[in-house]
């Protein structure tokens, strides 16, 4: 049997190898640990997602819901929730369920690859080198870039972290003038301050100076004035990141596939970045095992997952762009003009058009490999719908260009008709 090498075990990679044992594979997986303390905020589906894809102990210290106060473009509400994970908790927990699901776990940072149309090798600190058939890469944003691909407005986050006093786990999401900014205080009083701002135009302090700078903007914030009630700040530390969103050129070839970030790495804006590295892992186990046991479909499989990955990565990009717009008060500055702009003027829901809706072969998932089959491609869903709750559509549709719908859906149960039919009117058909 092939040897699969899966490198990072972040989220993506967690998925991948936990998708794969499901699929009957050996799986190894090295990663280093993560190095600095952060807390994410993530919502109610990204709990089931990571539930569903069988990661359960890493959600354990996922208990108490937080509700989110936003204050964007002057107008304050607090309609969200959302969960805290404090990283290295959530990652230990990862490394729990790989270990409970029989993936090998190796504890190493990887320092190079070679890789050629017969395998890997892969060379670790403080290990002998590894070979493999397969690899998949998921080292996050740390994974070495392929070239230039789809790079939004060049962002970084600096994190402040230091022990305030005990209370009631809160998050709360400000605009500024030179960005945006994320806080979060967990019941034992440790605090988190993100600010997220533009790299060409912050003219940022150099490092001595970073957490003055940081201070400095808390300061002169009411919401975080209010939010941390002006408690003591201890032992503040500072963590600058990249957040800049990037679409990787090339996500998979015959014997490699890219997942999570190391795929697609979108803006932490809304806090999704969990769940969209996790939506473009859950599909891979099955491209893995199409480019592995039927090489024959390999264009396919390859054209699904770059297909999706690109598709994740520009719906997001566009609804993170309508967030942005919706800031109006600094239109002008550097921050917020890039960001409204990019990457395209395309809606990111286009309305619905039935008149638009055609059939076409393309690639869908079928008893663990990817296969072809009819779609229906929709406005809104340019990669096509395959089933409606296991109501094949492609034919449904092709009759109902030519046949009155009492007919063409004569053959379906009441509650079958009753779902097609609201989904034909939610796609613009008026007979
Ligand atoms: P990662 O979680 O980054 O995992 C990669 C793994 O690979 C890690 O364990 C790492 O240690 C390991 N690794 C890296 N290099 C090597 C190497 N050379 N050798 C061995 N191992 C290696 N998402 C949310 O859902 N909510 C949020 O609030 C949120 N806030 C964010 C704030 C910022 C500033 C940023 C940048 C991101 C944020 N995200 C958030 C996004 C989220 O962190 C990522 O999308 C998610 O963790 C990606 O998962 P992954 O498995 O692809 O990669």
């Known amino acids: ?22 699929l009957g594979y050996r799986v190894s997986i090295v990663s280093e640990w993560r190095r600095f ?13 990571l539930r569903a894809a069988g990661l359960e102990h890493a959600l354990v210290d996922a208990t108490l819901p937080s509700q989110r106060k936003v204050s964007w473009n002057g107008q304050q509400h607090a309609q969200n929730i959302e969960w805290l994970l404090d990283r290295p908790r959530f990652d230990r927990g990862l490394r729990e369920d790989l270990q409970r699901a029989g993936v090998e776990l190796i504890e190493g940072r990887v320092l190079a690859v070679q890789s050629s149309a017969s395998g890997h090798q892969v060379q670790i600190e403080g290990h002998a080198d590894l070979q493999a058939d397969f690899l998949v890469e998921s080292r996050g944003r740390q ?11 060049e962002t970084v986050s600096l994190l402040n972290r230091w022990q305030g006093a005990p209370g009631a786990t809160a998050s709360a999401v400000e605009s500024i003038e030179q960005g945006w900014v994320w806080m979060a205080r967990q019941a034992d009083g440790c605090c988190y301050w993100q600010l997220t701002v533009d790299v060409a135009s912050a003219d940022l302090p150099g490092k001595a100076q970073l957490l003055d700078y940081c201070r400095e903007r808390r300061r002169t914030s009411a919401l975080a004035t209010a939010f941390f009630a002006d408690g003591p700040e201890v032992d503040v530390h500072l963590h600058a990141r990249s957040s800049t969103a990037i679409l990787c050129p090339q996500v998979c070839g015959d014997n490699w596939i890219r997942v999570g970030d190391a795929a697609m790495a979108v803006d932490p804006l809304s806090g999704n970045g969990i769940f969209q590295s996790l939506s473009s892992a859950l599909q891979a186990p099955v491209v893995i095992n199409t480019l592995l046991r039927a090489p024959e479909r390999a264009a396919l499989a390859q054209q699904f997952h770059r297909q999706r990955v690109e598709q994740l990565f520009l719906r997001f990009a566009r609804i993170g762009r309508d967030f942005y717009a919706d800031e109006q008060r600094w239109q002008d500055q550097p921050f917020w003009k890039a960001r409204r702009q990019w ?3 395309e809606l990111a829901h286009k309305p619905a058009d039935f008149s638009a809706v055609s059939v076409q072969q393309a690639p869908v998932l079928r008893d663990g490999l990817v296969d072809e089959a009819e779609v229906v491609v929709t406005a809104d869903q340019p990669l096509g719908v395959w089933h409606l709750q296991g109501i094949e559509l492609a034919p449904l549709v092709r009759r109902l260009q030519t046949e009155p719908a009492q007919q063409a859906l004569a053959g379906l149960s009441k509650e079958q008709e009753h779902l097609v039919r609201s989904w034909l009117l939610s796609q613009g058909y008026r007979p």
């Open 1 to 22: 049997m092939s040897t699969i090498l899966i490198l990072g075990a972040g989220p993506a990679g967690a998925a991948v190898a936990l998708g794969l044992r499901r």
């Open 343 to 345: 990457p395209d003027a």
């Open 143 to 153: 994974a070495p870039a392929l070239g230039k691909g789809l790079r939004g407005p």
């Open 37 to 49: 303390p952060a807390l994410e905020g993530v919502s109610l589906r990204v709990l089931e997602a």
